[in-house]
Structures are given as structure tokens and as C-alpha cells.
């Protein structure tokens, strides 16, 4: 794999992440003594537990590396080479990292810990997945099948996180598992609101200029545009209405590229929540 610019800003990205979500970890989730969703949950409920209950210090670096072996191999059959090495580096720095910071806590108040540890855990995941990387773990599950379903499945993630939360309640406190409801939630609102890679737009494009504003589009994406023909009924110009689904990422660039060709192109943009049917969806490496 030859190393580019674009390699370069994505592992400087990787290694923020990683800081970010072990810094969440440290001054977070240890200090209140939650319990974050996925792996990383799964980690730190078994430490504690194998501390607690058997005397056994494992730690949660190690637990969290191993923890993601199995999802690591799905994930390079069924999603991308470069975006799973990108992964590993994520998660093996994290299990690093955490392993060398202290744990400093920045306030004693419960929810405190939890509102802006959830957001920081969730930014670090957020500029993970913008490297086209993950945190591993629920995150190679959920990458999974949004890839194969073009439809966002962090709520899906959430139920998982749930179960977590009601074992660590049960053995150890309904406070912190609680709490630890506020920190999970907080995460993954950052993550649906910062991660656009699987949010789609419908864009509605009349124009009198058909042939040039699909030329400009099929230049900028690979999705497919239909043509209808229209009428302004107050102009009683006769219009193309063209209709086509795309990424939100994408469609800032649609935008300016139809602009281009068509400056008296009317747009229409809304949220599409699912579709069904052959729909290109950009590859990870």
C-alpha cells in the first residue's frame, strides 16, 4: 500500500482519535466509573468484573485489542483493505494509549461525566470514521451492515449497548449503569450527527438544461438521475425535472457543479431515511 497525502491526513486523524477516545476513557468513564457501548463496554465490564469477583487484573487495553481479532477479519472479506488496517491502528493505539494515561478526574459530578464524555467518545469515533477508519468493535459490525443495507444501524448498536448496561447494573450500580445510559446516548447522537457518510439526500432539479446538469453531475458522483418532463405553469416554459438520491457529503458538490452548468437551476433537497433497489455506494479501500 503506497503511502499518500491523503494516507498521511487520514493516520494524523487516526492518532487524534485514538487520544480522543482514550482521554474519554481516563478522564470519563474511569472517573465516574461507567460503562461506554460496545467492545469498549464489553472490555471494561470484564475487567471489573475479573477484579472484582476473581482477583484477576486484566487490562482493559488487552481486553479491548483481542476483543476485536474476530470483527477485524470480517470486516477485511466484506469491506476494504485499507479501511481495515486504518481500523487496527485505531484500536491498537487506543489500547496504548489507555494503557499510558493516568486517570485524572475533571469534575466529581455524575452527569457531567457522562453529557461530555459521551460527546468526546463520540467525536473520537466520528474523526475515525472521516479517515474512513472505525474504533473496531460494534463499529466494524455496524460499518458492516450499513454497507450492505445503505441504512444507518446505530440505533440497532444502541439495543446491543442496552444489554450491557442491565449486566453491569445487576453486578455492580444501577447509578453508574444509569449514568452510563446518558454517556452511551450523548455518543452516539455525536456519531449520527457528525458521521454523513450513510445519510441520503433526494435532490429534485428543474432545469432547462437537462443534458449539461447531468453531464456535471455524472463528472462529480456515480448515481443515476431520471428525467421527467415538466411545465411551468406560470412561464409555461417547458422544463426537465430530474430526481436523484446521493450521500449527504455529497451533495454540497452536486450542488456547486449544477450551479455551474445551469445558474437559473431550481434545487429541491430532502432527507431520504431508506432505499430499496441498486444504488452505488462509495467503496472503503
Known amino acids: 500500500m503506497t503511502l499518500t497525502k491523503k494516507d498521511a491526513k487520514a493516520i494524523v486523524m487516526i492518532v487524534i482519535s485514538a487520544l480522543c477516545y482514550s482521554f474519554a476513557m481516563k478522564a470519563f468513564v474511569n472517573a465516574g466509573n461507567l460503562f461506554p457501548a460496545g467492545f469498549a463496554g464489553i472490555s471494561t465490564l470484564i475487567s471489573r468484573s475479573l477484579s472484582t469477583f476473581a482477583n484477576i487484573e486484566i487490562p482493559f487495553g ?20 485499507r479501511f481495515t488496517i486504518y481500523s487496527v491502528l485505531q484500536y491498537t493505539l ?32 466520528s474523526v475515525a470514521l472521516m479517515a474512513d477508519a472505525s474504533t473496531g468493535g460494534m463499529d466494524f459490525i455496524a460499518i458492516f451492515f450499513s454497507n450492505r443495507f445503505n441504512k444507518e444501524t446505530w440505533s440497532y448498536v444502541m439495543m446491543v449497548n442496552a444489554v450491557i448496561l442491565v ?7 444501577w447509578e453508574q449503569s444509569l449514568y452510563s445510559i446518558i454517556y452511551q446516548f450523548c455518543s452516539n447522537q455525536t456519531v449520527k450527527t457528525l458521521h454523513k457518510r450513510y445519510k441520503l439526500k433526494s435532490l429534485f432539479i428543474v432545469t432547462t438544461e437537462p443534458e449539461k446538469v447531468s453531464e456535471a453531475v455524472f463528472k462529480t458522483c456515480r448515481h443515476g438521475i431520471t428525467k421527467l418532463n415538466a411545465e411551468g405553469m406560470y412561464s409555461r416554459e417547458e422544463k426537465s425535472l430530474l430526481y436523484m438520491t446521493a450521500n449527504d457529503y455529497q451533495v454540497r458538490d452536486i450542488v456547486k457543479s449544477i450551479k455551474q452548468a445551469d445558474p437559473k437551476v431550481f434545487i429541491t433537497i430532502m432527507k431520504s431515511d431508506q432505499i430499496v433497489g441498486n444504488y452505488y455506494q462509495v467503496p472503503f479501500d
Open 94 to 125: 487506543t489500547s496504548v494509549f489507555t494503557e499510558i494515561l493516568p486517570v485524572f478526574p475533571l469534575t466529581d459530578d455524575l452527569l457531567l461525566i457522562a453529557v461530555f464524555g459521551g460527546i468526546v467518545g463520540g467525536f473520537a469515533v
Open 62 to 81: 488487552v481486553l479491548y485489542f483481542l476483543l476485536n481479532v474476530g470483527p477485524t477479519v470480517m470486516v477485511y472479506h466484506y469491506v476494504g483493505k
Open 167 to 173: 449486566i453491569a447494573g445487576l453486578l455492580f450500580s
